[in-house]
DNA sequence: TCGACGCCTTGGAACGTTTCAAGAAACATT
DNA sequence: AATGTTTCTTGAAACGTTCCAAGGCGTCGA
C-alpha cells in the first residue's frame, strides 16, 4: 500500500543505458540527439512512468514556471471568470507554463502578492480588476517582476490588455439611435472607476456621434433594485425612449422597472447593458449588450507575459484596446416593425 | 534593472551570524531554540526580506505542495466557478498549500491529469463533474495520489461530498404543495447522468410524499429553448399547476414559455429550478430554486483533502452529503394570497 | 572535582534536476 | 593517413532547502 518511490531521471538513464544529461537533452528538446537515443530514452521514460519534478526542475535555473492569478474578492460575482481562467491556463500551458492561484485575504490589495512571493513566488503574474493607481503595479514594477494587466494602467510602460468600453457603448448607441430612438438616458457607475468612466465616456461620444439627445445621466451602484426603483423617476422626469447601461445587472432591473410601469422594453423603450451575462439571454425580450471576449483577451494577456519573461528586451509593450462585440436581441429592435 | 539575486537561507545565516541549518530550525519551529538566537535569525530575515524558494523547499521531502484542480471545459458556462474556487484557494491556504489550475484539452478526460504529473504533478486533486464510472478516480487510485471528489462516487473508500440533489427537489415540491398546487410536472435531463438522475428521484419522492400526483416528466437537454418549446405541449397534454425543472436554465426557459401562453409563472403555475444562478434572482418574478453552498462544499474538500495528505492512516472517509438551501421566490407564491 | 546528561547548535549529505565544458566518435578535407 | 571539424554524449558542479548525526557547552549530582 505504501506508494513506492517515484522513479527519478537517474532511473530513466539506467533504463535507456545512457547518462542523466542524455535524458535531460531528450526532455527539453535540446539538439544534437540522435533519433536512436531519443527513442530509447522515450521507451524508457514511458516503461517506468518518469515524471519530472518540479521543484528540481527549478531549482538551478531559479525558475518556478508558474503564473499566478489573484481570485478578485468574491463579493462581485464574476461569471465570466472561467472562460477567462480556462483560456489563460490553455495558453500558458501552450509555453510549459502552469497556472498558480491565489486569494486576496485581507483588505490589503498588495498583500497577497507580497505572500505569495515570500512563499516561493512565480516567474509572472496576470492582473486584473485595475484601478487608478494601482497599488499592486508600483509593487510588482519596483520588483522588477513581470506582469500584465487586463484594465487601463497610465503607464506606457506596463503591459495592458482592456476592452473599449467607450467603442463599445458608442457602438450600442449608434445601433439604437439607428432604430430611430432619439431620446437617450445613461445610467452609470459613480465617478472615479476607470470602467465606468470609460463607458459614461462612449455614450457621450455615441449620442453626440449620432446626433440624438442625452436626456440624463444618472450614476447609482451597480444592484439590480438601483436600475429598478430608479426607472419611475427617469421615465417622468425625463421621458427617454432610450436607457443605455452600464452594466447588465442595471440593465435587467431597468427593464423589470419598465414593466411594472407598464411598459415594455424594446417595443416602447430600448435598453442595453453591458456584459453579456448569461440572464441577458435568458430573459425576453433578450437584452442587447456588449460581450468582452474573455477568450481573445486571456490569449494576449499570456502571449505578452510569456514573451516578458524570455526576458530579452525590455519588451515593448503598451497598452491594447479590444473592442467588445454587440450582441443585438429584441431590446433594441425597430418598434416601427412588427412584433414578433 | 537587472533583478538582483534574491537572498537565500545561506545569506540569512551569514548575516544572522549562525548556521544554515539554525536558521532552518528557527523558520521550522523546531524545539530547543534560543529565544536570542531565534530573535537574531528573525531579524536578518526581516532586514534582508528573505523568502524561502519553493524549489528548494519541496526538494528533499518530494512534496510539491499543491494541489491541483482540472477546470471543466467550457462548453457549460459555470457561473458558481469563482465562489467554488475562491473558498478552494482559501482552504488550502490556510494549511500552506497551494493551488495549481489545469485544464482539459482534448476530449479524453484522463490524459490532463497524467499530463500533469509528468510536468511535475501535485499533492492531491480536488475532482469536480464525476460521472458514473468515472475513470479519473480509477486512474488515481491506481496510482495512489490522494484525491476528493465533488459529486457521487460508488467506492464508499473515494473521500466523496455532493449535492444531495433529490432532497432538494424533493423540498421543493414539498414547499409548492404546502402553496397549494397538485398537479406536478418534472422537466428533467436524458437519464445517465448521475445527478440528474439523483433529482429525479428526489422529485419522485417529493411528489409521494406531499401526496400530490405527477402528471409528467419530461427529460431534454439543458438548454433555454428546448425549455420553452416543450411547454406548449406540457400544457396542453398535462395541465400540470407546478412545473419542477432539474436546472435554471430550464426553468428559466419555461417561464417564458407560459409567458408565450399567457400564463402568468408564479401566479397561473408555479415554476422552480435548480442552481440559483445569477438570472433566477433577476427576473421577474424571481425563480424559487436551489443553491448548492459550494463555500461549504469547496472547504470541505480541501479539508478532506488535506487530512488525506497527512498521510497517517489511510483516512476514513466516505462520501457526505450537502442539503442545497431553498431559495424561495415570486415563481412559487401562493396564488392564494393577494398579488404583490 | 569529575563525569554524565541536557540543551542548543552545527556540518554536511541528500534531494532531482539543468547546464556547461570537455571528451569521444564520426565524418570531411587535404 | 593525418588533421580539422562537426555531431553527439557525458561527468560533475550547482541550485537552496531539510534532516540527521555529531559536537560544544553548560548544569547537575555524586
Same mark, same amino acid.
Given at each position: 500500500?505504501?506508494?513506492?518511490?517515484?522513479?527519478?531521471?537517474?532511473?530513466?538513464?539506467?533504463?535507456?543505458?545512457?547518462?542523466?544529461?542524455?535524458?535531460?537533452?531528450?526532455?527539453?528538446?535540446?539538439?544534437?540527439?540522435?533519433?536512436?537515443? &531519443?527513442?530509447?530514452?522515450?521507451?524508457?521514460?514511458?516503461?517506468?512512468?518518469?515524471?519530472?519534478?518540479?521543484?528540481?526542475?527549478?531549482?538551478?535555473?531559479?525558475?518556478?514556471?508558474?503564473?499566478?492569478?489573484?481570485?478578485?474578492?468574491?463579493?462581485?460575482?464574476?461569471?465570466?471568470?472561467?472562460?477567462?481562467?480556462?483560456?489563460?491556463?490553455?495558453?500558458?500551458?501552450?509555453?510549459?507554463?502552469?497556472?498558480?492561484?491565489?486569494?486576496?485575504?485581507?483588505?490589503?490589495?498588495?498583500?497577497?502578492?507580497?505572500?505569495?512571493?515570500?512563499?516561493?513566488?512565480?516567474?509572472?503574474?496576470?492582473?486584473?480588476?485595475?484601478?487608478?493607481?494601482?497599488?499592486?503595479?508600483?509593487?510588482?514594477?519596483?520588483?522588477?517582476?513581470?506582469?500584465?494587466?487586463?484594465?487601463?494602467?497610465?503607464?506606457?510602460?506596463?503591459?495592458?490588455?482592456?476592452?473599449?468600453?467607450?467603442?463599445?457603448?458608442?457602438?450600442?448607441?449608434?445601433?439604437?439611435?439607428?432604430?430611430?430612438?432619439?431620446?437617450?438616458?445613461?445610467?452609470?457607475?459613480?465617478?472615479?472607476?476607470?470602467?465606468?468612466?470609460? &463607458?459614461?465616456?462612449?455614450?457621450?461620444?455615441?449620442?453626440?456621434?449620432?446626433?440624438?439627445?442625452?436626456?440624463?445621466?444618472?450614476?447609482?451602484?451597480?444592484?439590480?433594485?438601483?436600475?429598478?426603483?430608479?426607472?419611475?423617476?427617469?421615465?417622468?422626469?425625463?421621458?427617454?425612449?432610450?436607457?443605455?447601461?452600464?452594466?447588465?445587472?442595471?440593465?435587467?432591473?431597468?427593464?423589470?422597472?419598465?414593466?411594472?410601469?407598464?411598459?415594455?422594453?424594446?417595443?416602447?423603450?430600448?435598453?442595453?447593458?453591458?456584459?453579456?451575462?448569461?440572464?441577458?439571454?435568458?430573459?425576453?425580450?433578450?437584452?442587447?449588450?456588449?460581450?468582452?471576449?474573455?477568450?481573445?483577451?486571456?490569449?494576449?494577456?499570456?502571449?505578452?507575459?510569456?514573451?516578458?519573461?524570455?526576458?530579452?528586451?525590455?519588451?515593448?509593450?503598451?497598452?491594447?484596446?479590444?473592442?467588445?462585440?454587440?450582441?443585438?436581441?429584441?431590446?433594441?429592435?425597430?418598434?416601427?416593425?412588427?412584433?414578433?
Amino acid at each position: 500500500m505504501a506508494r513506492q518511490r517515484r522513479p527519478t531521471i537517474k532511473d530513466v538513464a539506467t533504463a535507456a543505458g545512457v547518462a542523466v544529461s542524455t535524458v535531460s537533452n531528450v526532455l527539453n528538446d535540446h539538439p544534437h540527439v540522435t533519433d536512436a537515443t &531519443r527513442r530509447k530514452v522515450l521507451d524508457a521514460v514511458e516503461k517506468l512512468g518518469y515524471q519530472a519534478s518540479r521543484a528540481a526542475k527549478s531549482l538551478p535555473g531559479g525558475r518556478t514556471h508558474l503564473i499566478a492569478y489573484c481570485l478578485p474578492g468574491d463579493e462581485e460575482p464574476n461569471p465570466a471568470l472561467d472562460v477567462f481562467l480556462h483560456r489563460i491556463v490553455a495558453t500558458a500551458a501552450a509555453s510549459s507554463l502552469e497556472m498558480l492561484l491565489f486569494v486576496q485575504q485581507g483588505h490589503d490589495s498588495v498583500e497577497p502578492y507580497r505572500d505569495l512571493l515570500r512563499r516561493g513566488g512565480a516567474d509572472g503574474f496576470v492582473l486584473s480588476g485595475i484601478e487608478y493607481d494601482d497599488e499592486r503595479v508600483a509593487f510588482l514594477q519596483d520588483r522588477d517582476i513581470p506582469f500584465v494587466c487586463f484594465g487601463r494602467v497610465g503607464d506606457p510602460g506596463v503591459t495592458a490588455v482592456d476592452v473599449d468600453g467607450a467603442a463599445g457603448i458608442a457602438a450600442a448607441v449608434e445601433h439604437v439611435a439607428g432604430v430611430g430612438r432619439t431620446r437617450f438616458a445613461f445610467i452609470g457607475w459613480p465617478d472615479g472607476s476607470a470602467t465606468g468612466d470609460d &463607458r459614461l465616456r462612449g455614450y457621450l461620444d455615441g449620442v453626440e456621434r449620432s446626433r440624438a439627445a442625452s436626456v440624463a445621466v444618472k450614476q447609482v451602484r451597480n444592484d439590480y433594485d438601483r436600475g429598478r426603483k430608479l426607472v419611475a423617476d427617469l421615465m417622468e422626469d425625463s421621458r427617454p425612449d432610450a436607457i443605455v447601461c452600464v452594466s447588465d445587472v442595471l440593465a435587467l432591473g431597468v427593464m423589470d422597472g419598465l414593466r411594472a410601469l407598464d411598459l415594455r422594453p424594446g417595443a416602447d423603450v430600448a435598453v442595453t447593458g453591458f456584459d453579456d451575462v448569461p440572464a441577458s439571454s435568458l430573459t425576453s425580450p433578450g437584452l442587447t449588450t456588449l460581450r468582452q471576449p474573455m477568450d481573445r483577451i486571456g490569449s494576449l494577456l499570456v502571449e505578452r507575459l510569456v514573451s516578458q519573461l524570455g526576458r530579452t528586451a525590455p519588451s515593448p509593450s503598451g497598452p491594447v484596446l479590444i473592442e467588445p462585440d454587440l450582441i443585438i436581441r429584441q431590446s433594441t429592435r425597430n418598434p416601427m416593425l412588427a412584433d414578433t
